[in-house]
């Protein structure tokens, strides 16, 4: 998301992570990682929870999806930053809209599963179009 600040708060967005770990985990991530946006810290996975974001296991790294997921990654440049508290957490993308609306939902099904940033902008864009 990091690459495409700028394109985000140009569509009117406001960006924010929610990562697993504590406030040292949070801070040599924001280091290695660059980004500017807030980075909210939730050690007890409680928006994990609420969210019913999945959790997998060793055994999910040997799924092709998986493998293809990470060489996509590793392509474009990206690395394995350090292992978190639960690293078998999967993630979600969320884009929430004015009245508490759910505006677009991107539910990680394996590692390395993420919400394509062009189709986060082009919901912004339709929705400030409206």
Do not use: W
């Amino acid at each position: 998301m990091r690459e495409h600040e700028a394109q985000f708060k140009q569509a009117g967005a406001n960006l924010a992570a929610v990562g697993l770990g504590d406030m040292n985990y949070a801070r040599l991530f924001r280091e290695e990682t660059g980004i500017a946006f807030p980075l909210m810290v939730d050690e007890d996975r409680a928006a994990y929870q609420a969210a019913e974001l999945k959790s997998e296991n060793l055994l999910h790294l040997l799924r092709r999806d998986n493998a293809a997921a990470r060489a996509r990654a590793k392509a474009a440049g990206h690395r394995q930053h350090r292992l978190g508290q639960n690293p078998f957490q999967l993630g979600a993308s969320f884009v929430f809209g004015p009245g508490n609306r759910d505006l677009f939902v991107h539910i990680s099904r394996t590692f390395g599963d993420n919400a394509d940033p062009q189709a986060l902008l082009s919901v912004l864009r339709c929705e400030a179009s409206q």
